[in-house]
Antibody
Framework: QVQLVQSGAEVKKPGASVKVSCKASGYTFTNYGISWVRQAPGQGLEWMGWISAYNGYTNYAQKLQGRVTMTTDTSTSTAYMELRSLRSDDTALYYC?????????????WGQGALVTVSS | SYVLTQPPSLSVAPGKTATITCGGNKIGGKSVHWYQQKPGQAPVLVISYDSDRPSGIPERFSGSNSGNTATLTISRVEAGDEADYFCQVWDSSSDHPGYVFGTGTKVTVL
């Protein structure tokens, strides 16, 4: 079955960087994209950006431009999201989700989430 | 930027119908997707492209979209439907296209 498995929880200090991985299985990785979504404690969903697994094209949320980088490794069907210059309000659950290859459309399925805690 | 507004909460008795709205400017011209998120779990797609049900989603879940409001309807509500529900659209109207999520609706089954 289609599955996305994410890396584990991270604790980082303000100003540091974090890199979260998302390993896909059960489908042809390069036929789709991967979107990243985060959810602060007790809050709603915030879209962070999308990457095409076919050609590496990215579309980042304007709010995170300059701090986020999304990449893929097609040899291992793994997507990565790196967030730099971390602040306390970056504390959140970070999800990856399979997205259509054209960058628009529904997300299905989602990974289990990776908790990133930013604290001094 | 494009804004999607949902009621914060909704209470419904078992066996009744839950109607969750998602308001946005001319949302009827966009494709709306709906996600269910139970406590401690990742979101799950329940309706795509306004009214399509993914495989495995009960027929009790249905969707519609017109004018300035999209709607997710849950018929014959069960205790297991208690969750947060989020709508989502792709907004291509701004100078920086991207996905937008609604504010979320917490559904409580009485």
């Amino acid at each position: 079955q289609v599955q996305l498995v994410q890396s584990g929880a991270e604790v980082k200090k303000p100003g540091a960087s974090v890199k979260v991985s998302c390993k896909a299985s059960g489908y042809t990785f390069t036929n789709y994209g991967i979107s990243w979504v985060r959810q602060a404690p007790g809050q709603g969903l915030e879209w962070m950006g999308w990457i095409s697994a076919y050609n590496g094209y990215t579309n980042y949320a304007q709010k995170l431009q300059g701090r986020v980088t999304m990449t893929t490794d097609t040899s291992t069907s793994t997507a990565y999201m790196e967030l730099r210059s971390l602040r306390s309000d970056d504390t959140a659950l970070y999800y990856c989700a399979r997205a259509p290859g054209d960058g628009s459309g529904a997300f299905d399925p989602w990974g289990q989430g990776a908790l990133v805690t930013v604290s001094s | 930027s494009y804004v999607l507004t949902q009621p914060p909460s909704l209470s419904v008795a078992p066996g009744k119908t839950a109607t969750i709205t998602c308001g946005g400017n001319k949302i009827g011209g966009k494709s709306v997707h709906w996600y269910q998120q139970k406590p401690g779990q990742a979101p799950v797609l329940v309706i795509s492209y306004d009214s399509d049900r993914p495989s495995g989603i009960p027929e009790r879940f249905s969707g519609s979209n017109s004018g300035n409001t999209a709607t997710l309807t849950i018929s014959r509500v069960e205790a297991g439907d208690e969750a947060d529900y989020f709508c989502q659209v792709w907004d291509s109207s701004s100078d920086h296209p991207g996905y937008v999520f609604g504010t979320g609706t917490k559904v409580t089954v009485l």
